[in-house]
């Protein structure tokens, strides 16, 4: 290849719109290959850092840092399936959020549609801490946070004074759970639960469909971050995908 199909650390951070450091520390960290050095010392990228370069911009809004790394870099080593089941476990991470999201909802339409229950006739299972922690799949600890927080009311057994969660407080941890992993700060999450406490559950229901919509949102652009990984591995990687035996 002549010198004038290389590309200068300065030009590919130009066409990737971001700094010349950044364009050092992508590929310190693998995230593009290493480029290969002129004469005098000068990193000289090609058309395939470029590629690489906007298949990574693409993937993280919609598969983070963490996971954009991780795909890319196995991809770098060659190993072409450890980076389809890293995309694949991402997508099945989504997969469980969405119908976390869509259980969550049906149990908010199903309390509003609910009159309250009369006085003595309501008479739910409890749980103790650690077994309510496991139902939502958090740790203990985060149950004692997010009680110091206002944001779970447990009853105290009257012997033990073990914690115990009634139906009510379990649907507020489950609430719980769902707006802080969509990173909505406690002042709001303790407003949604008032909201619910009190009769209203539209605020409750608007915050879980407003997850709702960004995790759709979140799942489209990790189908369009697709598009750039497919024309990455065919022009450069097709080596390493196997079809019947056949190199494609």
């Given at each position: 290849?002549?010198?004038?199909?290389?590309?200068?650390?300065?030009?590919?951070?130009?066409?990737?719109?971001?700094?010349?450091?950044?364009?050092?520390?992508?590929?310190?960290s693998?995230?593009?290959p290493?480029?290969?050095?002129?004469?005098?010392?000068?990193?000289?990228?090609?058309?395939?850092h470029l590629?690489?370069?906007?298949?990574?911009?693409?993937?993280?809004?919609?598969?983070?840092?963490?996971?954009?790394?991780?795909?890319i870099?196995a991809l770098h080593?060659?190993?072409l399936?450890?980076a389809?089941?890293?995309?694949?476990?991402?997508?099945?991470?989504l997969?469980?959020?969405?119908?976390?999201?869509?259980?969550?909802?049906?149990a908010?339409?199903?309390?509003?549609?609910?009159?309250a229950?009369l006085?003595?006739?309501?008479?739910p299972q409890?749980?103790r801490v650690?077994?309510?922690?496991?139902?939502?799949g958090?740790?203990?600890?985060?149950?004692?946070?997010?009680?110091q927080?206002?944001?779970?009311?447990?009853?105290?057994?009257q012997n033990?004074?073990?914690?115990?969660?009634?139906?009510?407080?379990?649907?507020?941890?489950?609430?719980?759970?769902?707006?802080r992993?969509?990173?909505?700060?406690?002042?709001?999450?303790?407003?949604v639960l008032?909201?619910?406490?009190a009769?209203?559950?539209?605020k409750?229901?608007?915050?879980?469909?407003?997850?709702?919509?960004?995790?759709?949102?979140?799942?489209?652009?990790?189908?369009e971050?697709?598009?750039?990984?497919?024309r990455?591995?065919?022009?450069?990687?097709?080596?390493?995908?196997?079809?019947?035996?056949?190199?494609?």
């Amino acid at each position: 290849m002549t010198d004038h199909l290389y590309l200068r650390t300065r030009d590919l951070a130009l066409a990737g719109h971001i700094s010349v450091q950044q364009v050092r520390n992508y590929e310190a960290s693998g995230l593009i290959p290493k480029a290969q050095r002129s004469p005098s010392g000068y990193r000289l990228y090609t058309q395939q850092h470029l590629v690489a370069l906007k298949t990574v911009k693409s993937m993280v809004p919609g598969y983070g840092w963490q996971w954009t790394a991780a795909i890319i870099q196995a991809l770098h080593r060659g190993e072409l399936s450890t980076a389809f089941a890293t995309i694949d476990t991402r997508h099945a991470e989504l997969a469980s959020k969405r119908l976390q999201i869509e259980q969550t909802l049906a149990a908010l339409h199903t309390l509003a549609a609910q009159p309250a229950p009369l006085p003595g006739t309501y008479h739910p299972q409890r749980f103790r801490v650690g077994e309510a922690a496991k139902q939502v799949g958090v740790r203990v600890s985060a149950l004692h946070f997010w009680e110091q927080q206002g944001l779970l009311q447990p009853l105290r057994e009257q012997n033990s004074h073990y914690r115990l969660y009634d139906e009510q407080q379990m649907r507020r941890l489950h609430i719980v759970v769902l707006l802080r992993d969509a990173g909505y700060d406690s002042k709001v999450i303790l407003s949604v639960l008032d909201e619910l406490a009190a009769g209203r559950p539209e605020k409750a229901i608007a915050a879980v469909e407003a997850r709702s919509e960004e995790l759709t949102r979140t799942s489209w652009v990790c189908i369009e971050a697709m598009a750039f990984f497919q024309r990455y591995v065919s022009e450069f990687w097709a080596q390493h995908i196997f079809v019947r035996g056949s190199t494609l």
